[in-house]
């Protein structure tokens, strides 16, 4: 598990639950006192034991934080910076679809040792899509529901999007999403220029 | 543009080359891709070479003598543009001669790629899709993300957020919502009632949906939005949108009383004046007992609001 998801996780949970929330979620799932470092590696467990104190302190279920955290990340202005990488894939909403499957590579070129869930898009015609999320952690797929549907929205598009069911195989978690493109040019998208950061 | 018998239209050299420019044997420029124009700025056609471009490495002069010496060599070169405030802009390029006379050349803003999208607005559309440049855009950008965080971790600290207290959207929206729906939904009259959220995780839109649905009838439509959900009410004419928020407000209200649900507002508009004491074509209530009066309820909410006609 990189640093780096760890440390986005941290970033959702103070963002909502406030700097108190926080520690006391960091206590309960006996984190490094030294806190998360962005760039390091750590073993499968410390995700997994900071989401179970998150969802004991929440008193909400691990995959619907999980899916917060997934719009969370594409939609709170200090990740602007995460918004526009998905921008870049395509001027669209289905261009953004289409490159789900590169969507692991993209991230080995910002960060070459980072692993996101693998995403497989298989489109079935009229506007509907199904995505294969698979990752060796439960709750992947509640992350991309999360982010699809706050893009949706930043593309202007209108599309339904949810989460089918998971299951484990080989060690894996596949997680299967629906999308219903209705409507792609819903509304207004939100603006977004190729060298607006550059 | 014809070679080797391959003929290839001006549309599908703009497509593969949106910065390219054909020049004919007398040296004027017989056609300029999009995108080269778009950071010209001005219209190339016509245009004698000398006035649109400079080869400035290897240096040669803007005439059809220079085609066959620079063919297939990199160049860099100047595009000029048009008036005196605007300077020449850099560019990389590739020059082939044509068999009936002429060349064209292939260009690209090479290393000055990020200030040159920058400068001249450029977008994905101005580049083949098969052009890594957008790709390594992606990667500056990306690169600037770990060093933001790198620096984020130095210095210690996140930045708070107001994450919690998003609003939903206006309803003045609707105008815009219900013009982009009405082919969609196959209906001349309709309505909305947007339940929105400070949670909106699976397990609370879940609820709402389980919800909503005991309060819809079969046509109309139950949409996922980033704070919650959209109802789209079919016909809502004379109360049929009023009755639908009524019956949330009050299922809303249980669903507090129980700890089960909090800060949810219930906001309805749409072709017919929203007035909750009216009762429309729906289904007749569940036998749960819910408190139907929205008066009762004490959770926030956001006033109703009459949209079209």
Same mark, same amino acid.
């Given at each position: ?14 963002? &909502? ?9 960091? #206590? #309960? ?8 470092? #962005? ?38 202005? #200090? ?5 526009? @990488?998905?921008?870049? &894939? ?9 490159? @789900? ?17 693998? @995403? ?37 598009? @209108? ?9 484990? !195989? ?26 607006? !950061?550059? | ?20 420019? %054909? ?29 649109? =471009? ?75 899709? %098969? ?98 959900? =959209? ?79």
């Amino acid at each position: 598990m990189h640093g780096t998801i760890l440390k986005t996780a941290e970033g959702y949970l103070r963002a &909502t639950r406030g700097a108190d929330g926080w520690a006391a979620i960091a #206590a #309960a799932a006996n984190l490094p006192p030294d806190g998360i470092i #962005a760039m390091r590696p750590y073993p499968d467990r410390v995700m997994t034991a900071l989401l179970a104190a998150a969802a004991s302190h929440t008193g909400r279920a691990p995959s619907d934080l999980l899916e917060d955290m997934g719009t969370w990340l594409c939609t709170d202005p #200090a990740n602007e910076a995460v918004r526009r @990488l998905f921008r870049f &894939t395509g001027p669209t909403f289905p261009d953004l679809l289409y490159s @789900l499957d590169d969507v692991p590579e993209r991230a080995r070129m910002a960060v070459p040792d980072l692993d996101l869930p693998e @995403l497989s898009l298989v489109e079935q015609g009229e506007g509907r899509y199904r995505v294969a999320s698979t990752w060796p952690l439960k709750g992947a797929g509640s992350v991309i529901v999360g982010v699809l549907r706050a893009l949706a929205d930043d593309y202007g598009a @209108l599309a339904v999007v949810a989460h089918e069911g998971r299951r484990e !195989a080989r060690g894996f978690w596949v997680e299967m999403l629906s999308i219903r493109l209705l409507d792609e040019g819903f509304q207004d998208p939100k603006g977004f220029a190729l060298g607006g !950061a550059a | 543009m014809s070679m080797m018998g391959l003929r290839l239209g001006r549309a599908g050299a703009d497509r593969l080359m949106p910065m390219h420019l %054909v020049l004919d044997e007398e040296g004027d420029v017989l056609h300029a891709g999009p995108a080269l124009e778009k950071i010209a700025g001005r219209s190339l056609a016509k245009r004698p070479m000398e006035e649109v =471009l400079r080869f400035c490495r290897p240096y040669a002069a803007s005439t059809p003598d220079s085609f066959a010496p620079l063919a297939g060599r990199a160049l860099q070169v100047e595009l000029l543009g048009a008036g005196e405030g605007r300077r020449p802009v850099p560019l990389r390029a590739v020059l082939v001669t044509l068999p009936q006379g002429g060349a064209l050349l292939h260009l690209s803003p090479g290393v000055r790629l990020a200030r040159t999208v920058r400068d001249h607005g450029l977008d994905a559309t101005d580049f083949s899709p %098969v052009d890594p440049s957008v790709e390594l855009l992606f990667m500056c950008e990306a690169q600037a993300l770990v060093r933001g965080e790198l620096e984020r971790l130095a210095t210690g600290g996140t930045r708070a957020s107001d994450w919690t207290s998003r609003k939903p959207a206006a309803p003045g929206e609707a105008s815009a919502i219900a013009a982009a729906l009405t082919g969609a939904m196959d209906s001349t009259a309709f309505g909305f009632v947007r339940i929105s959220t400070a949670e909106p995780g699976a397990q609370t839109r879940e609820r709402l949906r389980e919800m909503a649905a005991r309060s819809l009838r079969d046509r109309d439509t139950i949409l996922d939005t980033p704070d919650g959900l =959209l109802l789209v009410v079919a016909d809502g004419e004379d109360g049929a949108v009023a009755t639908v928020a009524a019956r949330l407000r009050g299922r809303l209200h249980r669903l507090a009383e129980d700890g089960l649900l909090s800060q949810v507002e219930v906001a309805a508009w749409g072709a017919a004046r929203c007035d909750e004491e009216e009762e429309g074509d729906l289904p007749a209530a569940a036998p749960d007992g819910y408190a139907y009066g929205a008066r009762a309820a004490s959770l926030p909410r956001a006033g109703s609001a009459a949209v079209g006609g």
